[in-house]
């Protein structure tokens, strides 16, 4: 979770960054309009946008919140496997993650459009992570501890282009027909190439391992950890 929060604060770095190079003003626009001083707000907002802010926006409370109702001490156990993965851990560039600006400075509080665009900033983070992990962090693995695996952020993706087009249908306008059919036609297959960087057997075939008894044991016992998925909204509309 901590990591997903400061993938969001580098997100609005490089966002903040396209804002200001000469061929990003259409990027300022797109989250500001075109008002000069709403732009500078966007932008202060950005360089101050924190890992504070962006823990809010990942456990729904703060942070020292969170932690006071949910995390218990580690046992020795734990230490111990945390310790052995450390070659696992995603590394985040400090310097990135400091905040440029004052939060009294002349800033607004970012839009949800621009906290969306954070948002799909970590979640892309998250998948390239996953993805340089192919061979030591198995899916089996990661729904045993975590109850999702790369498999439920394909079909994350697919619920979302359904909400999407449910959302565009409501305001239908006949210009943005292509756009829900190309929605509602979205489906796994092309989901887990996001993720995964290949198709999904092409990945199994590179990566995934027989499981062990001693996983195979870990994964049924963690079954009510695991996502649920509605296969109804997963099924592509169109053909």
């Known amino acids: 979770r901590n990591c997903l929060a400061k993938w969001m604060v580098i997100e609005a770095r490089k966002l903040k960054q396209q804002c200001l190079n000469d061929d990003g003003s259409n990027t300022a626009r797109l989250f500001a309009g075109n008002d000069s001083t709403k732009i500078q707000q966007l932008i202060n907002a950005l360089d101050s946008f924190g890992y504070d802010e962006a823990a ?54 970012l839009s949800k459009r621009a906290l969306i665009r954070l948002q799909a900033g970590a979640f892309t983070s998250l998948c390239h992570h996953l993805r340089i992990r192919s ?19 394909a079909k994350w993706l697919v ?25 509602d ?26 499981a062990t008894d001693k996983q195979m044991e870990r994964y049924n016992g963690s079954k009510h950890l695991h996502a649920k998925h509605d296969k109804e909204l997963l099924a592509t509309r169109v053909s």
């Open 56 to 109: 809010k926006e990942v456990y729904g409370v703060a942070y020292p919140e969170w932690k006071k109702r949910h995390q218990k001490k580690a046992t020795e156990e734990q230490l111990r496997l945390y310790k052995e993965s450390m070659h696992l851990h995603a590394k985040h560039d400090s310097e990135t993650l400091k905040t440029a600006v004052n939060s009294s400075v002349n800033k607004c509080p």
């Open 135 to 153: 061979d030591t962090v198995p899916n089996m693995e990661l729904m045993t501890i975590s109850g999702f695996c790369r498999n439920c952020l």
């Open 185 to 210: 036609s979205f489906g796994y297959d092309e989901a887990a190439r996001y993720v995964y960087g290949c198709t999904y057997p092409e990945w199994k075939k590179r990566h995934q391992q027989k």
């Open 159 to 183: 619920v979302e282009a359904r909400r999407i087009s449910e959302e565009t249908t409501t305001y239908f306008l006949p210009e943005l027909s292509k756009t829900i059919q190309s929605l």
